[in-house]
Each structure stands twice: as C-alpha cells, then as structure tokens.
C-alpha cells in the first residue's frame, strides 16, 4: 500500500472513533468542522510549518517541497521531526474533498510533495516572492509599467506546502472551522499560486492589501480597467472564494 493511502486509512478510523462502548453516539460533526479532538494536532502542525519558515526564510517558504522540508526538519532540533499524526493531517488537507467545506474550485496539482526547480522561477526584487518566468512574469511586467511603480507583488509562486501553511494558520484561528477558512485561503492543492497565479497590492498598504481596502486604491481601479487583467476570483464566483480584487489569473 502505497503512505498516501495508508495514511489516509488513519485519518478515517480517527475520524469514526467519536463515543466510547456504551456511551450515547455523539451527534455527528458538520462536515465543515475539524473534529474537536484534532484541533490540538492542527496546532501541532502548524507550529511546526511556522518554525520551518523560519528557518528556510520567508521567500524560499514559498518553493520548499516536502520531502526537502522532511529532511530540514529531521536536521534541525528547533523544528523537530514532523510526527506521523502531523503528516496524515497534511495528507488529508491536500487529498481531501473540499465540497462539504464550502469549497467548490477546481483541483490544480495532485502531488504534494511536488518540486520547483528554480530554473523555473524568478525572485522579484524587493517583494519576497517568485514568479514562474514566461507567463506570469510578462503579465506582471505589463501590469507595472500600466498601473504604475507603486504595483507591488504581495504574493506569487506557493508550492504546496506553504499553502498548507497559510491554510493551518487559518483553520487554527477560525478554530477548525472549514468553512470560514475556505472563504479566504484555498486548500493545499486548490490554490492557482502552485500553477502561477499571483497577487499584487500597492507599496505601503502592507496587509492591508489583502482586504477590501485594496478596491479603493487607484491601482486597483486601473487593473479593473486593463482588459488583460482577469481577476481568479470575482465577486460573487461559484466556487465559494471571496471577492479578491488583488488576484490575478495567470493562464
Ligand atoms: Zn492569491
């Protein structure tokens, strides 16, 4: 049997497991919420996700592959070994149906510990973040020299494990609640920053370029205008994701 699978099989006998011989069966969980019992693990995880971006560095975060970040984490005491109950929860999140979370986008890789070759990136200066050369770097080239210097990139190439990242660190303050989390940060596996879409802002709204007050910058009004800038995700898009005026579509 393949990990995947074994660990997969895991997860489900966990997640069945919810009264004990005797007891009264508890109702059963909304399918859009992390069982109680797991929530300790997702901390767990996520720590450990944290402290190895810490380690790697912010933007090299952003490419890490899983097997590498496996043998950083192994080597490194203050990150400490991924535990096998860890792994099995990163396997569900990427492997997962996203449906009864409320997500309903398209699957855009199927291999987790899926590798970026640096050849195939660029670092943009002065942003922590990569882009995939050819497509998207052109688009976002276009998009400086019309919207102007102030286009900042906010966020581009994630390989999965960073999405895995951003995703825990939701799930964890939404306290488990799947479909708060999906509305925001894509499932490992469902994210387009894994195939080369990415996000821009304006220099010196900082995190404030991940909200609405993004829509009132001129940037934002001038990418709206630029008939080559399709935004991922629109208002009101059928596939359960926020508005994100800040996304741009790579493809
Ligand atoms: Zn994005």
């Not at 919810?18 to 007891?23: F, L, M, Q, S």
């Not at 792994?87 to 990427?94: Q, S, T, W």
């Not at 149906?97 to 291999?111: E, I, L, N, Q, S």
């Amino acid at each position: 049997m393949k990990r995947r699978h074994f660990l997969l099989a895991g997860i489900g006998a966990c997640a069945i497991c919810a009264g004990r011989a005797g007891a009264a069966p508890r109702d059963p969980l909304p399918p859009s919420l992390l069982e109680r019992d797991r929530l300790p693990l997702l901390k767990n995880l996520a720590g450990r996700l944290r402290r190895l971006r810490q380690l790697v560095g912010y933007a090299r975060f952003n490419l890490i592959d899983l097997d590498h970040a496996r043998q950083l984490a192994r080597g490194y005491p203050k990150v400490g070994d991924f535990t096998a109950d860890e792994l099995a929860l990163l396997e569900h999140f990427f492997h997962a149906d996203p449906v009864p979370w409320g997500f309903r986008g398209p699957r855009v890789g199927d291999d987790l510990a899926q590798r970026i070759d640096d050849a195939e990136v660029r670092k943009i200066r002065g942003s922590g973040h990569y882009l995939y050369r050819g497509a998207a770097e052109r688009l976002f080239n276009c998009l400086q020299r019309d919207v102007g210097e102030e286009l900042r990139l906010t966020s581009g190439v994630r390989n999965h494990l960073k999405q895995a990242q951003l995703f825990c660190d939701r799930l964890l303050a939404a306290d488990g609640d799947y479909a708060a989390t999906v509305r925001w940060v894509a499932p490992p596996g469902h994210s387009y920053h894994a195939a080369g879409d990415f996000d821009v802002g304006v220099a010196g709204l900082g995190g404030a370029n991940f909200t609405a007050a993004f829509l009132d910058t001129d940037a934002a009004q001038r990418i709206a205008r630029l008939e080559y800038a399709v935004l991922r995700y629109p208002a009101d898009n059928p596939w359960g994701v926020a508005h994100e005026p800040w996304h741009i579509q790579v493809s």
